[in-house]
Each structure stands twice: as structure tokens, then as C-alpha cells.
């Protein structure tokens, strides 16, 4: 561990002179900021536009393969949770799993950046960029997450939502490509034309 990741952890984990208020804050962010965002999520999911249906799909697949990455990343790499090397206080109930990267940073992120690169969900990506980021804090304010695990989910969170972005554009992208060689084709082979 990085003697920087460990600063960074005690410079954002609430202690015992952290207003109260900020541990509620962080509570709330942490474990109810999520399920609203699903409820929102599957609001815009029954009133949206087939095309805001469609983007909102993506963004769930985006917050699915984040899912299955990290849980491939914590198998690789069984990295500690701060209170499991007695750093810090934690302020939330949690089981003794590894931490690397976080569950909760990968999904909000993959969520943000996935309403991000669709057209008709910009207006809630601000939104989502907003939540991501509070949720980020939260996880290292209330003790369950160093700093390089949040990043580490904010990467994976941000990388899956590329991917999926990518290959569901990608049928358009070879079906554009392959009219353009066919005509290409055509026009410099004028024996082509005839066949």
C-alpha cells in the first residue's frame, strides 16, 4: 500500500471531530443515494422515449459489466479493506471482503459516464457525474474503501461504460464501412460495375 493512498484515507475518513452531520451526509450518500438512483433509473426507464429506453439499457449493461469486472479484479487481487488492517475508523457495518476496486464507485461511474455518452440523457448526467462523485467520497469517509480503490472503481466504472458504448455502435460503424468499400470498390475497378 502507498503511503499516499494511506495519507489520503486519513485526510478524508471521519473521526471523531467530524461533525455528525458529515457521517449522516456519508451514510446517506452511501447506502440511500444508490436505490434513488435506481428508482430514477427505472422511472426514466417506463416514461422515456424508446431511444431513452434504449441509452438507459446501455447505461444498466455499462453498471453490469462494471460489475462483473470488479468482482473478476477482487479475485485477482484480494486487497484489504481499511478495517481489516485496523486503519481508520469505519463508520458502517461491513463484511470482510476485499475492497479493490469499489463495488459502489465502478456502478455510479459507469452509470455517469454511460448517460454521458448518450443523447437524450446528458441533461441526467450531471446528475450522475454528481452522485458518482459523492459516492466515491462516501466510501473513504465512512472508512470502507482507501482513496485507490474509489479510483480503481472509477476506472473500471468509466472504461465499462466505453466498451459498451463502443460495441453497440459498432454493427453501425462496419454496416457505414462496408458501403463505403463497396462503392470505393466499384469506382476504381470498372469491371466491378458489371457484376
Known amino acids: ?20 452531520s458529515v457521517v449522516t451526509a456519508a451514510r446517506w450518500i452511501s447506502q440511500q443515494l444508490p ?3 435506481g428508482g430514477v433509473l427505472a422511472g426514466c426507464l417506463v ?31 484480494a486487497a484489504p ?4 488492517l485496523g486503519i481508520g475508523i469505519q463508520w458502517v457495518e461491513h463484511a470482510a471482503r ?6 459502489h464507485a465502478a456502478g455510479a461511474f459507469a452509470l455517469a459516464a454511460s448517460l454521458q455518452a448518450s443523447r437524450t440523457t446528458r441533461g441526467l448526467a450531471r446528475l450522475g457525474w454528481a452522485a ?23 476506472l473500471a466504472g468509466t472504461l465499462s461504460a466505453w466498451a459498451i458504448h463502443a460495441l453497440s455502435s459498432a454493427p453501425r460503424w462496419l454496416s457505414w464501412r462496408r458501403r463505403f468499400s463497396a462503392y470505393w470498390s466499384r469506382q476504381a475497378l470498372p ?3 458489371h457484376r
Open 47 to 77: 416514461v422515456g422515449s424508446p431511444t431513452q429506453r434504449r441509452e438507459l439499457t446501455l447505461a444498466l449493461v455499462s453498471m453490469a459489466l462494471a460489475w462483473v469486472g470488479v468482482q473478476l479484479l477482487r479475485y485477482a487481487i
Open 35 to 37: 436505490i434513488a438512483m
Open 191 to 193: 469491371w466491378a460495375r
Open 132 to 154: 458518482a462523485f459523492a459516492i466515491a467520497w462516501s466510501r473513504v469517509c465512512l472508512g470502507v474503501h482507501f482513496p485507490s480503490d474509489v479510483l480503481a472503481g472509477m
Open 81 to 84: 479493506r481499511p478495517a481489516q
Open 98 to 103: 476485499a475492497g479493490f476496486p469499489s463495488m
Open 1 to 20: 500500500m502507498l503511503p499516499l493512498d494511506i495519507a489520503l484515507f486519513h485526510a478524508i475518513n471521519a473521526d471523531a471531530s467530524t461533525l455528525p
